[in-house]
């Protein structure tokens, strides 16, 4: 690992590795005073086949991945997710949470859903925009998905 890499061990089965190349930024994206924002995040998925499917997650579009507070990636997040929308918004919205957590999205994808994203809502009357995602093959471009609450 060069000098411009480090790896951190947060726990026993999360590892960081930071890249501190610098680069411009070429987000329209901005940092807070004393806060990075997250602007792209690259996953490696172990699908259903045991095969590695790398993802890049790109919070810099307009296909729904802006202003993202949340990332949730399993049964416990789901819940604690389900449970906290159900207190704050209402039982149809956490079961709509559920449901998009259980199901295909669409009838023809070859699996669940493996995340799900939170956005932060527009103003404090509204429900976040939330997307159940990375479960199909098809990915139309620069299309905005539809919030499953």
């Given at each position: 690992?060069?000098?411009?890499?480090?790896?951190?061990?947060?726990?026993?089965?999360?590892?960081?590795?930071?890249?501190?190349?610098?680069?411009?930024?070429?987000?329209?994206?901005?940092?807070?005073?004393?806060?990075?924002?997250?602007?792209?995040?690259?996953?490696?998925?172990?699908?259903?086949?045991?095969?590695?499917?790398?993802?890049d997650i790109d919070f810099d579009t307009n296909s729904g991945y802006h202003n993202n507070s949340i990332m949730v990636m399993d049964d416990f997040g789901v819940e604690m997710i389900a449970t906290a929308f159900e207190v704050k918004y209402g039982k149809i919205h956490?079961?709509?949470?559920?449901?998009?957590?259980?199901?295909?999205?669409?009838?023809?994808?070859?699996?669940?859903?493996?995340?799900?994203?939170?956005?932060?809502?527009?103003?404090?009357?509204?429900?976040?925009?939330?997307?159940?995602?990375?479960?199909?093959?098809?990915?139309?471009?620069?299309?905005?998905?539809?919030?499953?609450?």
């Open positions: 690992m060069s000098a411009l890499h480090k790896e951190v061990r947060v726990e026993k089965d999360i590892n960081l590795i930071y890249d501190f190349t610098e680069k411009p930024n070429l987000t329209q994206l901005k940092a807070h005073k004393d806060r990075a924002v997250v602007a792209k995040l690259r996953a490696d998925l172990v699908l259903p086949s045991d095969k590695i499917l790398t993802v956490a079961d709509n949470i559920r449901k998009a957590w259980n199901e295909k999205q669409e009838e023809n994808d070859p699996r669940k859903p493996t995340y799900i994203l939170v956005q932060k809502p527009e103003d404090n009357n509204s429900v976040p925009n939330t997307y159940a995602k990375c479960g199909g093959e098809v990915h139309p471009k620069d299309i905005a998905p539809k919030s499953i609450t």
